[in-house]
């Protein structure tokens, strides 16, 4: 099998820059180790930030987001049993979009399988050849058989636990990482949400944040260990917690329902530089990592690729080599803006060590100067919302 630009994984990095190629006349091939059905029901994140939005609808993929997406104006903080919206349209022009992953997920897999394109589902890529060459190999595997693509280069979109990464040789790239002592415990519940804007709550107990995915569903997390097993969180557990982090706002309570789905993940701070090597190219979580707290991972995946395609077009089009030698930079400026946002977002909400009080004191601190000052609020706004540059 041949292609022009092989790309591995078909989560909204991969199958995002298969569709922009396809807008600018560039084929691909995208190889996806899961299955169709498997991509397309897995719960992750929610939110999109405003440029994200745009590129979508530039892209052709705006009819359903614009129609079921919620837009969103604020969203509030709940700490020391008060309450405070942060007004992120009126701080900043610009609103956040509440749109499952999973949904942005099957809209690129149905425009790209509609205009021909070429998605293997359940071929799992195993190793990259050649990509000190022009014709680099991807090798993957299919119905129990080995099979090769061939292409002029790999794109590397397969997630954290992916192949392409450790295909740059030993020493090539650098790894900049934080692990965080915590995890999230996330859940999906048929329950109509008790609130209008999502809300980040600091507990003594821990962090809690209520979102939702439609007028009928609501996505809840919880802070919980960084081992947490999810069979020690029995419905009804996970219901009291909810309760005793979110319910600290006289006259306001959580409604309840059952729970779809729940799920741990732990929390990670990973960047891998430069965002290439030779004739490959990573993107999305294949190369970077944050902690959700800033809703900043799919966002990020988006961007990159962007960039990217741009890229592969400025080579096939005009043979300009320059911007696809600049790529790495210029995304890690916005990939270095988030790690640090999520960073930030991660530290002031989360219960840290309990048996240092300095620092709890420097976190009710830091909240209270955002909800009194109206330049801290717009700088979480503004990254929140999305920076058009960076
Ligand atoms: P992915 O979506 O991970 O896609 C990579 C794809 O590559 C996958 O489909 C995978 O199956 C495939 N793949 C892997 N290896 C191979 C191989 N060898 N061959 C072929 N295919 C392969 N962000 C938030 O903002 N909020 C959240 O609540 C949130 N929750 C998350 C929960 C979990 C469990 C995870 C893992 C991430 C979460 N994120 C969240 C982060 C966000 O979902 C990611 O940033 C986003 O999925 C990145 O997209 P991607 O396309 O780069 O990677
Ligand atoms: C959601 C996830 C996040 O990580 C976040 O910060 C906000 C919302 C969500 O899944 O809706």
Redesign the pocket.
């Known amino acids: 099998m041949r292609t022009q630009v092989g790309i591995?994984?078909?989560?909204?990095?991969?199958?995002m820059l298969s569709h922009l190629l396809h807008l600018r006349g560039i084929e691909s091939v995208v190889?996806?180790?899961?299955s169709r059905d498997?991509?397309e029901h897995?719960v992750?994140?929610?939110?999109l930030e405003q440029g994200s939005v745009d590129l979508l609808c530039r892209a052709g993929l705006g009819e359903r987001l614009l129609r079921e997406g919620l837009r969103h104006e604020g969203i509030e903080l709940r700490f020391a049993g008060e309450s405070h919206r942060v007004p992120m349209t009126e701080l900043t022009g610009r609103a956040i979009t509440v749109y499952g992953?999973q949904e942005v997920v099957k809209d690129l897999i149905a425009a790209r399988l509609a205009a021909g394109g070429r998605i293997l589902f359940e071929?799992?890529?195993?190793r990259l050849a050649g990509l000190d060459s022009d014709s680099p190999v991807v090798h993957?595997r299919r119905d129990g058989r080995e099979e090769e693509l061939r292409c002029d280069f790999v794109a590397g979109?397969?997630?954290?636990?992916?192949?392409s990464r450790r295909a740059a040789p030993e020493g090539a790239l650098t790894t900049y990482e934080r692990t965080y002592p915590f995890a999230?415990l996330?859940v999906l519940a048929a329950a109509a949400p008790a609130v209008t804007e999502l809300v980040y709550a600091h507990h003594d107990r821990g962090f809690a944040l209520y979102s939702m995915r439609s007028p009928e569903i609501s996505r809840l997390?919880l802070q919980v260990a960084p081992d947490e097993d999810v069979a020690a969180w029995p419905d009804e557990r996970i219901w009291a917690e909810l309760r005793t982090r979110l319910e600290t706002v006289p006259g306001w309570s959580l409604t309840e329902g059952s729970i779809l789905e729940k799920?741990v993940?732990p929390m990670r701070s990973f960047v891998v530089e430069p965002m290439r090597w030779k004739r490959l190219f990573l993107?999305?979580?294949?190369v970077h990592?944050?902690p959700?707290t800033?809703?900043?991972?799919?966002?990020?995946?988006l961007a990159d690729v962007a960039l990217l395609a741009d890229a592969f077009a400025g080579w096939y089009d005009r043979g300009r080599a320059d911007l696809l030698a600049g790529y790495s930079a210029t995304a890690l400026r916005r990939v270095w803006r988030a790690q640090h946002f999520s960073w930030w977002m991660t530290s002031m909400l989360h219960r840290l060590d309990r048996d240092d009080p300095y620092e709890t004191k420097v976190q009710t601190a830091t909240l209270r100067y955002v909800a009194t000052s109206r330049a801290y609020a717009t700088s979480l706004a503004e990254n929140y919302v999305g920076m058009p540059e960076v």
């Open positions: 591995v994984g078909a989560g909204p990095a991969g199958l190889l996806e180790s899961r498997h991509v897995r992750r994140a929610g939110v992953q071929a799992d890529a195993v993957f979109c397969d997630g954290f636990h992916g192949v999230w996330g997390y799920s993940t993107a999305g979580d294949a990592i944050v959700p800033g809703a900043k991972g799919m966002n990020l995946a």
